[in-house]
């Protein structure tokens, strides 16, 4: 079993930074492999970065560029980096790993 906590999400205006952060726990947990998925209303869920290991790392094309992916093994817990945000980066944010997911946190970017 494997659980993930997700944090940092909030309010921000358009052109802001957010830092979400997801605590891995549980038998035979590790950070490599874990990845962000995001869901906006009306939305399928949609990959936004994975963290393979370090230095091998996956953007999707809407985010390149303006967020960036990172791990620390001894705190086991990965971490998103979110800047330039935009309105289009409103969604709920998810931590996966393998069929494991978190209980999302909720991003909203103003206009």
């Known amino acids: 079993q494997v659980q993930l906590v997700e944090s940092g999400g909030g309010l921000v205006q358009a052109g802001g930074s957010l830092r979400l952060s997801c605590a891995v726990s549980?038998?035979?947990?590790?950070?490599?492999?874990l990845a962000w998925f995001r869901q906006a209303p009306g939305k399928e869920r949609e990959v936004v970065a994975r963290?393979?290991?370090?230095?091998?790392?996956y953007y999707a094309d809407s985010v390149k560029g303006r967020f960036t992916i990172s791990g620390d093994t001894v705190k086991k817990s990965v971490y998103l980096q979110m800047n330039s945000l935009k309105p289009e980066d409103t969604a709920v944010y998810y931590c996966?790993?393998?069929?494991?997911w978190g209980q999302g946190t909720q991003v909203t970017v103003s206009s």
């Open positions: 996966n790993k393998e069929t494991y």
């Open positions: 963290f393979r290991t370090y230095g091998d790392t």
């Open positions: 549980g038998r035979a947990s590790s950070i490599f492999g």
